[in-house]
Each structure stands twice: as C-alpha cells, then as structure tokens.
C-alpha cells in the first residue's frame, strides 16, 4: 500500500538548515507530482514547496529563496532542504502527493526553530 514516511526534522537555532526526506513506497514516484505542507502550532496546514513529474519547483512565497524541493526517482524519495530558518518555520512537515490526498497524511516531522 502507499506510504509516506516524513524524516529530519529536530530543533535548530534560527539561521539553521536542515534536510527532510520523505520515502514512498507502494506506487511508481516517478509518475506523481508531489508537495511538502506544513502546520504551524494553531494554525492550518499550507502547503510550502511542490514539484512536478519533470521537476518544475514551485514555493511559498514565506519559504521562496531558502527552501528548495527536489525529487530522486530512483530512490523513491522527495527531499526538503531548509535553509536560514526562521522561528514562523516551526512546525510539523508533511510531504503528500500535490493537491494532498486525505488518505495518505502520515505522522510527519516536527521542525523547532528556536534560540
């Protein structure tokens, strides 16, 4: 069946990078544009970073510039690298196939930052 399992979150200072992964498993990568959301303590979950079956990126404006989405087919694996993190980026990121199926929400990663 399909699975998303979400890694790399942790606490960092504000200014910090950290590298999220998302392995998939139980249906074809390659085929699926997908996206990262996050949700931030109180608020509803956004989406941040998209990218297409051909690897057209697209972002939030709030993450635009220090955020970067990128995919590994072969490794069945979408990637999150956040950069020069800000204390608004704290929250629990959750990588779904764009649009975000309802059915395949799994535990996500929680990302404190913090000084």
């Known amino acids: 069946q399909v699975q998303l399992v979400e890694s790399g979150g942790g606490v960092v200072q504000p200014g910090g990078s950290l590298r999220l992964s998302c392995a998939t498993s139980g249906f074809a990568l390659r085929f699926y544009a997908m996206g990262w959301y996050r949700q931030a303590p109180g608020k509803e979950r956004e989406l941040v970073a998209s990218i297409t079956v051909g690897g057209i990126t697209n972002h939030a404006d709030s993450v635009k510039g220090r955020f970067t989405i990128s995919r590994d087919n072969a490794k069945n694996t979408v990637y999150l690298q956040m950069n020069s993190l800000k204390p608004d980026d704290t929250g629990v990121y959750y990588c779904?196939?764009?649009?975000?199926?309802?059915?395949?929400w799994g535990q996500g990663t929680q990302v404190t930052v913090s000084s």
């Open positions: 779904n196939f764009y649009g975000g199926r309802p059915d395949y």
